[in-house]
């Protein structure tokens, strides 16, 4: 589903490009996506991934891996029977890819830069 990944650059989803983060739900994908605080993901930033139900919940947190993933966050998407995987995002896209094609029912959201 993700052909294409530019550490701090862009993202190429389903042939569309896009250079601002991403969020992958259902298969839908949101482009230019943000977060309430810049580098911390906390859970209003992707309650629509939690209403969705999916298996695995797959966080790219950067290239650098500087997107802070908070206990408090992980807590909470646990609590709803989600896994919860955060790895830095060249790692995180092949992650996501490699469940995607298993026919795993996963989400990612993806920072692109640092």
Avoid at 3 to 10: A, T, V
Avoid at 76 to 89: D, F, P, R, S, W
Wanted: with cysteine.
């Amino acid at each position: 589903m993700i052909e294409k990944y530019e550490s701090g650059r862009l993202i190429q989803i389903a042939g569309q490009t896009y250079h601002s983060d991403v969020k992958i739900i259902g298969g839908h994908v949101t482009g230019n996506w943000w977060r309430q605080e810049g580098h911390r993901l906390d859970q209003a930033d992707i309650s629509d991934i939690i209403e969705n139900h999916p298996d695995i919940l797959v966080i790219g947190t950067g290239y650098a891996g500087r997107m802070l993933v908070p206990e408090s966050t992980r807590r909470a998407v646990l609590n709803h029977g989600i896994q919860i995987m955060a790895e830095n995002t060249d790692s995180a896209v092949r992650i996501f890819n490699r469940l995607h094609e298993e026919g795993r029912k996963v989400a990612g959201a993806f920072h692109l830069t640092c």
